[in-house]
């Protein structure tokens, strides 16, 4: 039956016209599906229940496109004006003849080697001082993890995976995640030492005693439907040592759930940041960000409670830092609706209590087009100086409040590829990993 239907459209003659029109009425349901499904992803609630639909279909539709294009996903929607054959640098003058050094721990997708990397690179001479490149599929097989949770064979092999927010340890080692997979440490040679199969996700930092800070995901909604949030306390032999629930921590503080998605992610921990002060050497305080309540918090892991929870000149920020002894949020300033970027990104200063006092950087962020929709983060402040990453577009730019010093695109032939939460790293560091770098080469 529905052959012979087939068969009687395609031996129908049609008009040009009518080509034409399907063709327009075609492109006008592409575009409204695809606000719609932006709409959903990024948080909106304008569908209720049939959110859950709409964003399942967009994935079977995604799927599709990983076929046609497997490496889609982990470019940006622009592109480069020439072809680069490797990632850009572009130097001021003023930064050359200044007696400035930036080492940057870069995670980024390599579009030559079609695999996630980390390097770390010295900007000034435009060198890879070291590079990592786990072997994913092999650590992959170590792991337990249900596949009804992840499947780390398709979406997370050696192709697939982006390596996220790398911590580098004085003996060179490294621990990341792919984003909502488990918790990874290599040595510098790129071997594994171990993993641990929980669903980590966002920053991982390290705190006073050097034990890290990250984010697991539950795995389960719960009784109010939507999936909660964890603090992971984890030690550098690869325990978790505690794991503390930021809904629980909010729910103590009655904190009105807010501006928040409709889907099962109302809190969407991205950030976790140790409060390392002077004056509170003891300290076991962390600044936090959640997304998708457009907060930051000050939790005290001590008391296990959070100090104080603010809203405020932010929307959707994505890094929340004590630099140069000042806090700042990376705000990604979304409009209304969550679905588009007010213009371009902000970097806000705010005192030790959450409340704002002024925008840092404006000119600069506007004049280079700061304007990723999610993620971004701030590396350094340093002599009024900042390095920021615009993730979501490849690039890491450095300025001050009237120059432009650097700017490092990861690109190559015309396409620009992902940075993956970058890191800037000291020079005594660097001096350390370069002595221990020795030995992959020895081995």
Not at 12 to 21: A, E, P
Not at 101 to 111: A, F, H, K
Not at 240 to 257: A, E, G, V
Request: glycine share 4%; aromatic share 10%; with cysteine.
């Amino acid at each position: 039956m529905i052959l012979n239907f087939l068969k009687k459209i395609l031996s129908k003659r049609l008009f040009l016209w009518q080509v034409l029109m399907l063709f327009v009425i075609f492109c006008v349901l592409a575009i409204v599906y695809g606000s719609i499904v932006r709409h959903v992803v990024l948080g909106g609630n304008k569908f209720g229940k049939l959110s859950p639909i709409i964003n399942e279909l967009s994935m079977v539709i995604s799927n599709v496109f990983k076929i046609i294009d497997p490496y889609k996903s982990f470019k940006t929607n622009k592109k480069n004006a020439k072809e680069f054959n490797k990632p850009k640098l572009e130097l001021s003058e003023i930064y050359q003849n200044s007696l400035e050094e930036d080492y940057i721990l870069i995670s980024r997708y390599d579009g030559e080697k079609k695999r996630s990397i980390v390097e770390l690179f010295d900007i000034k001479n435009n060198q890879i001082i070291h590079q990592w490149q786990p072997d994913i599929n092999k650590i992959n097989s170590f792991s337990k993890l249900n596949k009804k949770y992840i499947n780390l064979q398709t979406d997370f092999s050696n192709n697939r995976y982006n390596i996220i927010h790398p911590l580098l340890m004085n003996d060179g080692s490294i621990l990341f995640h792919g984003m909502y997979s488990p918790l990874i440490k290599i040595d510098i040679c790129s071997n594994y030492i171990w993993s641990i199969d929980d669903i980590f996700h966002h920053s991982i930092e390290i705190d006073n005693e050097g034990n890290i800070w990250t984010a697991i995901a539950d795995t389960k909604t719960n009784k109010i439907g939507f999936l909660d949030d964890y603090l992971a306390k984890v030690s550098q032999d690869g325990r978790i040592l505690d794991k503390i629930s930021i809904s629980k921590l909010l729910n103590n503080i009655k904190y009105p759930f807010t501006n928040i998605y409709s889907g099962n992610d109302p809190i969407h921990i991205n950030d976790i940041q140790p409060y390392i002060s002077i004056e509170e050497k003891n300290s076991e305080k962390f600044f936090l960000s959640l997304r998708n309540i457009s907060t930051i918090a000050l939790y005290d892991n001590k008391k296990k409670e959070i100090v104080w929870a603010k809203q405020g000149n932010w929307v959707h920020q994505h890094d929340v830092d004590l630099l140069n002894k000042q806090l700042v949020i990376f705000n990604n300033n979304l409009d209304s609706n969550k679905t588009q970027v007010l213009d371009f990104n902000e970097i806000l200063l705010i005192n030790k209590n959450g409340e704002f006092i002024k925008k840092l950087y404006s000119d600069q962020m506007q004049k280079n087009n700061i304007a990723t929709i999610t993620e971004g983060l701030i590396t350094e402040i340093n002599d009024n100086n900042i390095i920021v990453e615009d993730t979501k577009n490849g690039r890491l730019v450095k300025f001050s409040e009237r120059n432009l010093l650097w700017t490092y695109t990861n690109s190559f032939k015309g396409d620009i590829y992902r940075i993956n939460w970058s890191r800037s790293i000291k020079k005594n560091k660097v001096d350390k990993i370069k002595m221990q770098a020795k030995k992959c080469i020895q081995n």
